[in-house]
């Protein structure tokens, strides 16, 4: 089986924010998921690079827009690897290959009768790269970017006839009731298609900067129009036909519910026009809020992630960001909850079962795990979480997949106390007890250890390689979870501590 799996391409006009890394975050947890359950998976990301807004920013240190474009690059790269997030493809917009693939689409849609010249007249705000109408404004401001007035356009456009789209997009809604999750930001597309859909505007004039028409190189393809297809670039088309046909239709297409529009009805009604198959599922995340509003640049609101990771670590980060608001919301950003979480469910709960775990077994056992019991109702409760987190990361429910890897943690720390093992060490006679306690609680963390290393992979790599002596098998983690066992004999390494409470000054 395959997956692929995309996000949003950012602006590269200033460097990724909280905000923007939740998405890569989740993203890199469905995608880490997928590899585990032994899919062969292909995570794309990459950055959006034809948009004024870029082109401004590198302006404004003196270089062309590509030079920016490719210090950005190395700046996101970075970014993401100290986040670990690992994507297979990394896509530029600037690159031949997708130059390739903007101009064939463009000319299939062209062939299909679905272009057509027009003026456009009317707002363009550069804060979201989008056409405006003067009832998406508040006071003549763009609400997103109050603080840059959007621009009055006058020119020569190519139009797409998205219009004629509308009836067959609702056909494919009704048939596909998955098609855009959640349902509220479903709801809100077929609201939209109900009203009937406008032709847009697809090309900008008075700029070199974008990839020019196949059939008129005067104007250059609209940012938006653009960077959608980088979703089919990114799978080899149109020039490797074999290859791509193994990856799209894309599985998922991940993006925040800000652009749920561009991915639900425009892109859809491209590949329609096109006569290419649609992704299977558009998935709209919600925002990472800060001081009452969406964390953004325009906003002056950022935080810095990766200032974050180096406070709290990489791992507590992103279990923070996947277990704290139910996927699809908004969540509040505030350091308080990530350290009481790095705290409580990682010290306290996951770090602390590793370290008593491992601290009993090398105190009594010189580290050696006996066989686990047959039957045992803590690691048969603990088989059982496995299949309930399935069932939420299938259904994109990274918390409900948390609570119940987290359950095994609590309910084995929970039969510490009630069995007691420290009693039975001193009581030669109760020796084979001790041993299978010590044995469910070992087996237990394995399975902690198998379900959370999508969100926390390095910190589970360690865990798994001092558990049982091997290096977790990243294609297969997930799908032998149920039922996995540490071999009987294994000696555990006791390590580091692996999530030390942390003490952060107050200012
Ligand atoms: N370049 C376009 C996407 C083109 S996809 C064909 C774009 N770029 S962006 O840099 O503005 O945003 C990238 C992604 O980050 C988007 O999915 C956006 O919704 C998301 N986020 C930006 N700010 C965010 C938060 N504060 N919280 C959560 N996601 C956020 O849009």
């Known amino acids: ?28 947890v469905l995608a880490r998921y997928q590899r585990g359950l032994g899919n062969e998976v292909r995570f794309l990301m990459g950055n959006d690079e034809h948009s004024q807004k870029v082109a401004a920013a590198g302006r404004k240190e003196g270089l062309t827009p590509l030079e ?51 003026e ?31 621009e009055w356009l006058k020119e020569k456009n190519w139009f797409f006839k998205l219009s004629r789209w509308s009836d067959a997009l609702k056909a494919h809604y009704a048939a596909h009731p998955d098609f855009v999750q959640p349902d509220s930001r479903r709801n809100e ?20 900067w974008g990839i020019p028409f196949p059939f008129d190189s005067r104007v250059v393809v609209y940012v938006w129009f653009d960077a959608l297809i980088n979703y089919i670039t990114a799978t080899g088309w149109p020039v490797d036909e074999a290859e791509s046909a193994k990856w799209w239709p894309a599985d ?143 259904a994109l429910d990274l918390r409900g997949a948390l609570a119940a890897a987290t359950l095994i943690v609590t309910e084995a720390n929970a039969h510490v106390d009630r069995t007691q093992p420290f009693a039975m060490a001193k009581d030669p006679a109760r020796a084979a007890e001790l041993d299978a306690v010590l044995a469910e609680l070992s ?7 198998r379900l959370h290393h999508p969100f926390m992979p390095a910190k589970m790599e360690q865990l798994h390689l001092e558990l049982t002596g091997l290096p977790l098998d990243r294609s297969s983690s997930i799908r032998t979870a149920r039922g996995a066992r540490i ?16 003490e952060v000054a107050k200012g």
């Not at 799996?5 to 993203?27: C, M, Q």
């Not at 896509?91 to 000319?107: D, K, W, Y």
């Not at 795990?369 to 109702?377: E, Q, R």
């Open 252 to 394: 998922l297409h991940l993006v925040g519910k800000d652009i749920t529009r561009f991915h639900g009805v425009v892109w859809p009604a491209m590949l329609l026009s096109a006569g290419l198959p649609l992704p299977r599922k558009i998935f709209g995340h919600g925002f990472v809020n800060s001081g009452g509003g969406r964390m953004s640049k325009d906003a002056g609101r950022v935080t810095d992630p990766l200032e974050l990771s180096r406070t709290y670590g990489v791992a507590a980060l992103r279990y923070y960001l996947c277990a704290e608001a139910v996927f699809g919301t908004d969540l509040d950003f505030s350091e308080e909850r990530l350290l009481a979480r790095a705290n409580s469910d990682l010290a306290n709960g996951l770090g602390n079962l590793a370290a008593r775990t491992a601290g009993m077994l090398v105190r009594w056992r010189e580290g050696v795990v006996a066989a686990a019991p047959a039957s045992s109702a803590l690691l048969a409760r603990a088989d059982a979480a496995v299949d309930t987190y399935r069932t939420c990361m299938d």
């Open 443 to 449: 087996n237990s963390l394995l399975l902690a250890c």
């Open 487 to 502: 071999a009987a004999g294994t000696r555990i390494a006791k390590g580091a501590p692996l999530f030390p409470r942390i």
């Open 68 to 118: 920016w474009c490719e210090r950005m690059e190395g700046v996101f790269r970075e970014a993401w690897s100290a986040l670990e997030i690992e994507p297979d493809v990394f896509i530029r917009t600037s690159e031949a290959r997708h130059r390739t693939a903007v101009q064939a689409l463009a000319q299939r849609i062209k062939d299909a009768g679905d272009f057509y010249e027009g």
């Open 120 to 150: 456009y007249e009317g707002w363009y705000c550069v804060g979201c790269e989008a056409f405006k109408r003067e009832e998406d404004l508040k006071d003549g401001l763009c609400p997103d970017h109050a603080a840059r007035k959007p």
């Open 1 to 28: 089986m395959r997956y692929y799996i995309t996000t949003a391409i950012d602006y590269v006009n200033s460097r990724p924010h909280l905000g923007t890394a939740y998405e890569k975050i989740t993203a890199d």
């Open 189 to 208: 597309l077929l609201a939209l298609l109900e009203r009937g859909l406008d032709d847009i505007s697809v090309s900008r004039a008075g700029t070199d």
